[in-house]
């Protein structure tokens, strides 16, 4: 019954920033892990940043090391990720996932549940 729901997603310029939100909205929400995954034009699908339940680990790709960073909201029932510094290379739609564990996921087929995604354009 887990529904997610991202925003924030637009055309920026190199060097500019972003601020990606998830929203899951259900009935009952305890001890879930969030990702952020995205999907370029003729790549597959990556893990961009990962965090777990309680909010105190978090992974990112070296890609995005840095300049992305994951956080969440529990009482609300957000998670967002803030994009500085992009790159034409972040081109991507961008997707939250999430999996009823408390700890920390880093692959693809370890969540359950997919937003519909976002697309993020940056230009060079």
């Known amino acids: 019954q887990v529904q997610l729901s991202e925003s924030g997603g637009g055309l920026v310029q190199a060097g500019g920033s972003l601020r990606l939100i998830c929203v899951a909205s259900?009935?009952?929400?305890?001890?879930?892990?969030m990702g952020w995954f995205r999907q370029a034009p003729g790549k597959e699908r990556e893990l961009v940043a990962a965090?777990?339940?309680?909010?105190?680990?978090?992974h990112y790709a070296d890609s995005v090391k840095g300049r992305f960073t994951i956080s969440r909201d529990n009482a609300k029932n957000t998670v967002n990720l803030q994009m500085n510094s992009l790159k034409p290379e972040d081109t991507a739609v961008y997707y939250c996932?999430?999996?009823?564990?408390?700890?920390?996921?880093?692959?693809?087929?370890?969540?359950?549940?997919w937003g519909q995604g976002t697309q993020v354009t940056v230009s060079s």
């Open positions: 996932a999430w999996k009823r564990v408390a700890g920390m996921l880093y692959l693809m087929g370890q969540y359950d549940v």
């Open positions: 259900g009935r009952t929400f305890s001890s879930y892990a």
């Open positions: 965090v777990n339940w309680s909010g105190d680990r978090t």
